[in-house]
């Protein structure tokens, strides 16, 4: 008999403006293994989207990222982050604004900050302005509700960017 051997998941969780394009995102590359929509970094016990979106609960709009390290680096799931949003603007991405949309890697363990602090260092050499990412450490997640997950998907969008005609 053959054991069956099962990879082992790490978890990523990162805020980069509206959390639906952003797991769309996450959810292409190869070593994947699953994705969440929630809230965390915030200061309400389970809190609801409307809550998160009146800016009252202090949460972010965020992905978690089950990832099997074996497919694909945590350093490369930052690499996909920095480059599905603009880091650089305080509270916004696109004409999303407000504090759940800020820019945020949320750190389970003093590994992922280093390599967070690191990755950041390195995009900082290339952009001129700014970067205002936190990194802070992950607390509480709270999955959204479920029509949000995989929202992209069941409505066979590609993103949730707005154009102005």
């Known amino acids: ?3 069956e051997i099962t990879p082992t998941t790490e978890t990523a969780t990162l805020a980069a403006g ?3 394009g952003v797991e769309a995102a996450f959810r292409e590359l190869p070593g994947v293994v699953a994705t969440r929509v929630g809230y965390t970094g915030g200061s ?5 989207y409307e809550l998160v979106c009146s800016g009252r609960s202090g949460h972010a709009e965020a992905v978690q990222v089950d990832f099997d390290p074996a497919q694909v680096s945590y350093e490369r799931l930052l690499e996909l ?8 603007t305080r509270n916004r991405q696109g004409w999303d604004f407000g504090s759940q949309y800020r820019s945020a890697i949320f750190v389970a363990d003093d590994e992922q ?21 936190e990194i802070t450490p992950l607390t509480e997640f709270w999955p ?9 998907e069941k409505r066979r969008q590609a993103s949730c960017a707005v154009s102005v005609a």
């Open 113 to 133: 900050r280093d390599v967070a602090a690191a990755s950041l260092a390195a995009e900082q050499s290339n952009r001129r302005r700014k970067i205002v990412t």
């Open 44 to 48: 309400v016990q389970a809190p609801s």
């Open 18 to 20: 509206c959390f639906w």
């Open 81 to 88: 982050f920095w480059s599905s949003h603009n880091p650089t």
């Open 1 to 3: 008999m053959t054991e």
């Open 144 to 152: 959204a509700e479920g029509y949000h997950q995989q929202y992209l």
